[in-house]
Each structure stands twice: as C-alpha cells, then as structure tokens.
C-alpha cells in the first residue's frame, strides 16, 4: 500500500499547492515541497529491497470484470525515475520560489508542477500499460500548461500548442501500439509483457506494434524529425525548463524504449528504427545546438543531441550499451538541470538570454559562472566529471556493434563527429557568457542571486564532481539494479574506473575536446556557412500547417453542417436505414416459431391513442402549442406502457421526465412564434415521407422478429443477484447504484456538465421576449396568480414528503434517487411559476452549481470508499440492523450514492429551468386595453 503513496502524495501536493497560495511564497513553497519530499523518504525505505534484486508489486482492483485495475510497479529501473523524479522536483521547487516574480502565480504554478510530477511517476511505476498510457497523455497536458504558464506571451502559447499536437499525437499513436500489444500477449500487465518477448517478436503484428511504440516514444524524446518542438518549449519558465529537459517529459520517451526493451529489442527492425533515429538526432542536435544565440535555445538543441546519444545506446546491439544508456540518464539529469538554472539565474539577474550580448559574466556572476562551467564541462565530457564517464562508455560501445553490417564504422565516426560539436557549443557557451570582452546593451547590472536560489545548482554539480570522481560509491547500486531491470539478473561487466589506459575510447575523447577546441575557433566560417543555407523556421511551418487544417476543417463541417436540425436527423435516420434494413434482406424468415401476445382491449386502446397522438403532432405541428400538448400524450402513453409491461421505476421515470420537459418546452415556446409558417415543399415532403416509412418498416420488422423468437436476457442475472448481490429487491435501483454503478456515474457526470454548459449558454443571452400571445392579447397584468400560488405552498411539503417517502424505498421497491430528484425539480418549478424567480431568490438562494458538484462528489467519494476496505471502485456494502422501536433495518452504502445522484439530478434540472426563466425577468405585463 505504501507504493501507491509514492504518486498519490505528489497528487496531494498538487491540491495543496493550489490551496496554499494565499498563506505566502515561503510557506506555500514549503508545503508544497512536503509531499514529495515524504514520497521520496518512501523510496528511499525501498532501496534496499530494489537493490537485491526484488521487484515490488501493489495491485488494487478497479473494474476486475474487465481486468481493469491500479497497478504499480517498483524495480531498479523506475526506483532510478522516481529518484530523479522527485529529487530534482524538489530542487526545482526551492530554485522556482526565488525565480519567479511577484507577479507570478505561485500557488498556480507549483500546482501545475505537481501535477505534472504525478504524471511522471504515474508512468515510471505503472505495471499496467494502458495505466501507463493515462499517465503519459496526463504529461502532455499538464506540460501544456506549464510551458504556457506565461500565457500572455504569443511565443508561450504558440510552444505549448506545438507540443502538446505533437506529443499528443505520439500519445494516441502509443496507445494503438499497446493495444495490439496486449492483444498479442493477452494481457495488458506490464510483468507479462516484459516476459513475453519471444512471442511478441515472433508475430505477424510485431512490425506495426513496434513502429506505433517508437512513435510515441520518439515523439515524447524530441528525436528527429520530432524534435522541433522541444526548443520552441523555452518559451516556459526557467524551472520547467530545468524539470522538462532532465528528469521528466523527454525522458519519458527514454523510460519506454528502456521499459520495452525486454519485450521489443534484440531484433533487426529495432536497431535499424532506434539506433539511427538516434544517430541522426545526437549529430543534428549537436551541429544546431552550436548556432543559438539564445542560451535556452542553446541547451535545448544539446538536450535533443543527448537523448539522441541515450536513445543510440539503447539501440545498439551490445548489453553494454544499455549499461552506458542508463548511466548517461544519471548524469545528463544532473548536468543538464544545473544548466538550465544557470541559465536562469543568468537570464534572471541580467535581463537576457542572448549570447550576443551576454558578455564577461564572471566578474559580475563569479560563483555562479564557476558553477556553470563545471556543469557546461561535464556536458563537454571533461575527465573527472561524471559526463566523461558515460560518454567514454558510449565511445566504446560503437566500436562493437554491428547494426550497419559493414558499414557500421559510420557509428563511431558521426559519434566522435558529434562529440566534437559537442566539445564546441560547450566551449561556447562558457566562452561566450562569462568571457569575450564586455557585455552589450544590458537593462541592468547583474549580480548573484539570492544565496538559497545557488543551493539547487551547487547539489548538482556537486553530484557531477561526486560521481565523475568517486562512480562506484556513489551510482554503482542504483546503475546495477536498473540495468537488471532491463537486461535481467545476470548482467555483463563493466568498469566505471576513471582510468583504463590508453586505448581507442580514450582516444576518440581527445579527438573530440581537440576537434571541438578547432571548430569553435573557426566559428566565424561556420556561422557564414550556416546563415548561407535557407532559412527554416519550425514554429513557423507548424503555425501554418495548423491553420491550413483548421481551414480544411472548417470548410468540411460548414458543408456537412448547415444549421439546419432537420438535415442532422435526416442522416441519422438514413445511417439507420442503411445499418439496420440491410440485414433484414438477408434474413430467410421474419416471423420466428414463438407466438404473439394477444391483443387486449386496454392495450388497443393505449395503443391507438399513442399513434393518435403522434398523428395529431405531426398534422399540428405548425401550432406549436397544440403540437406541444399533443406529445404530452405520446409520452403519458409510452409511461402507461412501461407500467403495462412491469416496469414502474420506468413508467415513473418517464412521467416525471415529461412533465420536466414539457415545462422546458414552454418555457422555450415564450421566446417562439406560436405558429410555424410552412416552411416543406412538397417534394420534401414525400422525401420525409418515404424516410419516415421506411424507417417504421424497418423498426416494425425487428420488433415483429424479436417478438416471436426466444429471449434469452441478462436480466435473469440481476434477478437472481439483486438482493444477494446488491441487498435490494428493486432490481433496477440495484443496477443503477450497484451493478451498472460506475455507468450511473459517467451519466450523472455528462448530466451536470450538459446543465452548466447549458447555463453558461443562456447567461445574458439577449432575446426578443414577446408582450403578447399569439392572438395578439398582453399578458394579463397580474402575472404570479394567488390561487396557483397558495396552492403550490400547499404542495411543496407534500412533494417534498413524498420525495423522502420515494427516496428511501428506493433500494427495495420503485423509487430511487433519479425520481426522487425529478420530483424535488418539479416541486421547485412549480413555485417558480406560481411566485416567479425572484420571490424564490430571495427565499431559497441556493447555488445550483454547487449542488451539481456536491452530488457528483459524494458519489464519486462513495466508489472510493470502498477501497479502504480492499474492495473494487463503488462496491456497495449493505446489513441489517435492529434498532430499537423501529426494528429490522436495513443500511446499504448505495443510498449515500442514490443521494449523489438525488442532487446531481435536483442541481441540473433546477439550473436549466431557472436560467431558461430568468431570461423572462426583464418582461414587463402591458396594461390591459393598450
């Protein structure tokens, strides 16, 4: 159980992040920090169990019907991620507390942080792929809004819209990917996977499910050619920035490639796809990375070359490589994160990013550059620092692939190549920002920054001196228990001494410090050589590739939709005829063996006032009023039929929904002609006619068919089950609040989200309110009659009591929350009639959207329960018990839902009606005679 804390608590912070604002910076800093800060104590207690090889597994039953369930999953390899995880989150924190201005929401955005961080773990300790798939879209999102944090910058906007379509799009790819994943496995567990790679490699689909994994996943990792929307994501602050770029978001992408690696690598298709995609980008991010003149821009485009140089790794066909791919992950997060505040610091103290102007920042910033150079030369891969380690075990793994056959020799040369624009973009930065004469044209005079917003640089980079110094105290477990994660117990050696002698690795890094020492000083030709080539700008295209779809897009729904209601039904009900007539044609026999029920005269009666009913509709239909009374009848009848046929909690249902409606429908005529001109010609009239007829057929037909053939119905199910099962004998309630529970709630969610859509429509819409009736009289003067008043006084406690009496019975005999809340609804809108909004108002002022919300939580909070008792979401509990002068009762945790649904139902309804009668309001009765 302690593992599901380790997301849930950053989850809470989230919330509590967004509570605190109001106590202070400092505190809300504080706070915010608490819980992940516990969190990472509880991976810590954990260590030692990962460490000896135990993979820990918490599952908790979801829907298990369907095999749907939370499950998390804590090995080496996510022990690593939460690590970085929740380490650097709460570095970046404390560096974000003195960061951002006062202006800035920090409540605001150390809520979308944590959110954000939930997101990240939710996909490192997944044991469920589609869990898995939640949590990743869950980071799309929630780095859409921090990378719009500043959103009245059309650059931020612009940068969070880019990633988002991009990283959302890999995201949809992916889920169609462990789809047919899991459908080759037969399950969607991830422990199952991972020991199912044989299988999976073996089967005709493993081409495609390959092709779609890698999409989201290079996608996500920025690798080429998805790689422009990483650098246009600078547009965020600083601290997201450091965040994004080291622990999470791309290297998300780097987590499924080393997640999948079991199942998916080792064959041809996964070397060629991954480990040139991650040629290609380490050396196009490296060579980019050295013409930015923005310092972001700079580190952005040496982050895409980095998780090109990761993603190599994982690519090649060495146990060894993987080895090197995960240590590079450690020590990229710890220098790259110390760059990035730099950066920050940099831009925050002097008011710039440009490196065009940032000149001789080391007598201004001493501490700060001295940090920042440590941080660039571990980045550079400079011996004694951790990046030299890492980038010299991935030198030697590209002398001992064969992923190119014969030709894999290309793999060292373009990796030193790159290396050694790696080398120079390094050099650059520190040249260029801390020494190169003076600097130009600053708003101000920089200065170091506050002494706590160094504390998060100096961890870092102290990390990166620790670890290129002292490997094997400091990172050898952590590395070990990853690597086994991916690679499995027995794992190839390897040595992270600083030394092995002279030998070919170690040749290829001088080659690069010296190559890049070359290229920066001849930067000059490089940069006219650069600027040479045709511009290209990535957001750019992007913007315009949008908008040409939004065009495309709008021009095809204004073709398929014209405004008219009429044309939308017209294709419904053609889909239908086309759907459900041309099976009919293949049926050999319409009518079954099993006889019809005979007709009854009470049955032809209803029956006949049913169909006169609809007739009467359709012949004065051009009268709305009389069309509107005339339907009432079809939908009195429809409720007789329900009871008819036993079924009273529909027949209730019905009758208390149309009276609901018809109501709605008055209220709408106010605002109506109450007559219709004659709007069909003839033609389309026998077009209507001809659809209308054939549709009947067709419905008749499968009624006729299904009528005199055998049914064999879920409902014996629920039958048998409902009060053994669900403690009820009103076997529809027991469905709703039990069975079909989780439905019930989806339903009263889409309820209170149509009713405030539905408000926001109608709040100060501006519509023409008639002062007299169709046949020209006013309105008569006296517009809230006594008598109707004094008797909907009368009535409202004998509602509510009935209300009460239809609520509590609703487990056991018809009745139930939806009813009872329709009744309550019905009892309020009388009094609105009788009274007017206003009288109501200032008796009941109550927040309907409140009650919406309150309804929806207490049901949703009730399917929680039911987890602290180790049971699936919205199990229901039930007992009897005696309770003296009473006696046998029965207590059931489905009544607290039913109450949920009672005023999800009550808020929605009330809210619709109300705001449809507020805009009568401004109406003002004419005097009589004028």
């Known amino acids: 159980m302690a593992l599901l804390w380790i997301p849930l608590l950053s989850l809470f912070g989230s919330i509590l992040a967004g509570l605190s604002g109001r106590f202070g910076r400092t505190t809300c800093t504080w706070l915010t920090a608490l819980t992940p800060f516990i969190a990472l104590m509880i991976a810590f207690n954990y260590s030692s169990a990962v460490f000896a090889g135990e993979t820990l597994l918490y599952h908790l039953d979801w829907i298990p019907a369907l095999g749907i369930e939370l499950s998390f999953r804590l090995d080496g390899l996510s022990l690593l991620f939460v690590y970085m995880i929740l380490g650097i989150g709460l570095l970046v924190i404390l560096y974000a507390r003195y960061y951002l201005s006062e202006n800035d929401s920090m409540a605001k955005f150390f809520a979308f942080l944590m959110l954000f961080m939930t997101a990240m773990l939710g996909i490192v300790l997944s044991n469920n792929v589609i869990q898995l798939w939640v949590f990743w879209e869950l980071t799309s999102i929630s780095s859409f809004l921090l990378i719009s944090f500043w959103w009245q910058k059309s650059e931020a906007r612009r940068g969070a819209r880019m990633a988002l379509t991009v990283t959302g799009a890999g995201g949809l790819a992916l889920l169609a990917g462990l789809l047919l994943l899991g459908n080759i496995v037969g399950s ?28 989201g996943a290079f996608t996500k990792s920025a690798q080429f050619p998805f790689h422009f929307w990483l650098p246009h994501a600078m547009a965020a602050p600083t601290p997201v920035s450091a965040y994004l770029h080291s622990a999470t978001m791309v290297k998300a992408g780097i987590f499924l490639l080393a997640r999948f690696h079991p199942a998916l690598a080792g064959t041809e298709f996964w070397f060629m796809f991954v480990g040139l995609t991650g040629l290609a980008t380490l050396s196009f991010g490296a060579y980019m990375a050295l013409f930015k003149h923005d310092l972001k821009g700079l580190l952005a485009y040496s982050t895409v070359s980095h998780l090109g140089l990761i993603t190599l790794l994982l690519g090649l066909d060495t146990q060894l490589a993987v080895v090197a791919a995960i240590f590079h992950i450690i020590n990229h997060a710890t220098f790259k994160a110390s760059l990035f505040m730099a950066a920050g610091i940099i831009d925050h103290e002097s008011g710039t990013r440009d490196m065009r102007k940032l000149n001789g920042m080391l007598k201004f910033l001493p501490y700060t550059a001295t940090l920042a150079m440590v941080a660039a030369a571990s980045m550079a891969g400079v011996p004694l620092l951790n990046g ?7 030198f030697a793994e590209t002398l001992h692939q064969q992923v190119l056959g014969s030709m894999s020799w290309l793999i060292p040369v373009v990796a030193t190549l790159a290396a050694v624009f790696s080398v120079a973009y390094s050099i650059r930065f520190i040249h260029d920002v801390f020494f190169n004469g003076e600097p130009i044209g600053l708003t101000k005079t920089p200065h170091e920054p506050p002494r706590y917003m160094r504390i998060p640089v100096e961890i870092l980079v102290a990390l990166c001196i620790v670890v290129g110094i002292f490997p094997n105290f400091v990172v050898h477990d952590i590395l070990n228990a990853a690597s086994r994660a991916v690679l499995g117990p027995v794992l190839p050696e390897y040595s992270l001494a600083i030394w092995h002698g002279f030998n070919l690795p170690l040749l290829m890094s001088g080659l690069a410090v010296l190559g890049g020492l070359f290229v920066y000083s001849q930067r000059k030709h490089l940069f006219h050589f650069q600027a040479s080539l045709p511009s290209f700008d990535a957001k750019e295209f992007f913007e315009l590739r949008v908008q040409q779809l939004v065009r495309w897009s709008r021009e095809f729904i204004d073709r398929l939709e014209n405004g008219s209601l009429q044309r939308y039904i017209l294709f419904v009900l053609i889909s239908v005829i086309i759907l459900a007539g041309l099976p009919l044609f293949d049926m050999v026999q319409l009518a079954g063996t099993k006889p019809l029920s005979a007709v009854t005269p009470n049955a032809a009666v209803g029956a006949g006032l049913l169909i006169a009913g609809a007739l009467a509709t359709l012949i004065w239909h051009q009268n709305r009023m009389v069309a509107l009374l005339t339907i009432s009848v079809v939908g009195l009848m429809v409720s007789v039929a329900f009871t008819r046929y036993s079924a009273p909690d529909l027949a209730l249902t019905q009758l208390t929904v149309e ?11 106010f605002f109506l002609p109450q007559k219709t001109p004659k709007e069909s010609s003839s033609l389309r009239i026998l077009r209507d006619l001809a659809i209308a007829s054939s549709l009947g057929v067709i419905v008749g037909s499968l009624c006729y068919a299904i009528l005199t053939r055998p049914l064999s119905s879920i409902s014996d199910f629920f039958l048998a089950n409902a009060k053994i099962g669900g403690g009820g004998t009103n076997v529809v309630n027991v469905i709703l609040v039990d069975f079909r529970g989780f439905d019930t709630l989806g339903e009263i969610t889409v309820l209170g989200i149509a009713a405030l859509g539905i408000y926001k429509m109608l709040l100060n819409l501006p519509l023409f309110m008639p002062s007299r009736d169709g046949e020209g009289r006013p309105w008569a003067r006296e517009r809230h009659p006594i008598l109707l008043a004094s008797i909907s006084q009368s009535l409202l406690p004998l509602a509510l009591l009935v209300t009460v009496y239809i609520f509590l019975r609703g487990h056991n005999l018809p009745g139930g929350g939806f009813i009872a809340g329709l009744i309550t609804a019905i009892a309020f809108i009388l009094q609105y009639m009788a009274h007017g909004s206003q009288w109501i108002y200032d008796r009941f002022d109550v927040n309907y959207r409140k009650v919406i919300a309150f309804g929806i939580a207490i049901a949703f909070m009730t399917g929680l329960g039911s987890w602290l008792f180790g049971r699936p979401f919205l199990t229901s509990w039930f007992e009897y018990f005696d309770i003296p002068l009473v006696g046998k009762v029965e207590l059931a945790s489905a009544l607290v839902f039913d109450l949920g649904v009672y005023l999800t139902v009550v808020g929605s309804v009330l809210m619709i009606l109300a705001s449809l009668g507020k805009l009568t309001l401004n109406q003002q009765p004419e005097a009589e005679g004028k």
Do not use: N, P, R
């Open 188 to 215: 969607y567990d991830l422990g199952v996977i991972l020991q199912s790679g044989e299988l999976i490699k073996q089967h005709e689909l493993y081409v495609a499910t390959l092709g779609l994994i890698l999409l």
């Open 388 to 394: 030299f380690l890492s980038k010299e075990m991935f």
């Open 659 to 669: 009276v609901v409606t018809i109501i709605l429908l008055m209220l709408a005529l």
